[in-house]
């Protein structure tokens, strides 16, 4: 599993071949939390301007049900 500074990831959801998608709880308020990542440790431009143009959409979203972004890391 992998280590992610801050939090205690408990799970793997998705693997696909730029992303990894974990369930986690954030260290510090133990707030459940889903996060995704890059495969990669030194990324393709193009998939980190896709990973920030995703965050930027879902952030803007504001429908009921619907899961927001807390934050983007670089």
Do not use: C
């Not at 308020?29 to 995703?54: C, F, G, N």
């Amino acid at each position: 599993m992998s280590e992610i500074p801050g939090y205690s990831v408990h799970a793997t959801l998705f693997t696909g071949q730029s992303t990894i998608i974990y369930r986690a709880v954030r260290d510090r308020d133990h707030q459940p939390v889903v996060i995704k990542s890059l495969v990669q440790e030194r990324p393709a431009l193009q998939d980190v301007s896709r990973l920030e143009t995703e965050y930027s959409l879902w952030n803007e979203l504001n429908i009921q049900g619907v899961i927001k972004p807390i934050d983007l890391v670089k």
